[in-house]
């Protein structure tokens, strides 16, 4: 079976690429538009992997990571930050937050594939 993916992102453009492009690698893929939604769908859908933009409206990426790291039920989910914050210091902040991995905007098409496949086989 497929692995399942799924994807936080407020930006269009950006979720419909992430998911085009791990669709076509055989994912099954979710998508969600803000960190309340990816909770949500996080609870109820297990994935085995969390791409997480960390800037979204309402709910933002560090909370929503927060609350499913605190939550037994989806505590072992593993979650990539995905971010465009160019400051430094912010990836330490991330990783110090609890994610298992960092992507910066703008992704690399050709890369994320390559980069998924490598978390989903990390035994974290
Ligand atoms: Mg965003």
């Excluded at 909770?39 to 791409?51: F, G, H, K, S, Y």
């Excluded at 409206?57 to 971010?83: C, E, Q």
Aim: glycine letters at 8%; proline letters at 4%; a negative charge.
């Amino acid at each position: 079976m497929s692995h399942k993916i799924l994807i936080v992102e407020d930006n269009e453009n950006n979720r419909c690429l992430f998911r085009d492009i791990l669709s076509f690698h055989g994912y099954q893929i979710s998508v969600a538009a803000d960190g309340q939604e990816g909770v949500a769908l996080a609870r109820e859908l297990q994935p085995d992997l969390i791409l997480m933009d960390i800037q979204m409206p309402g709910m933002d990426g560090m909370t929503a990571a927060g609350i499913l790291k605190k939550d037994p039920l989806t505590s072992g989910l593993k979650i990539v930050a995905v971010t465009s914050f160019a400051m430094r210091g912010d990836k330490e902040k991330i990783m110090a937050a609890g994610f298992e991995g960092y992507l910066s905007k703008p992704i690399s098409t050709r890369e994320l594939p390559g980069l998924v496949k490598r978390w989903l086989e990390d035994h974290l």
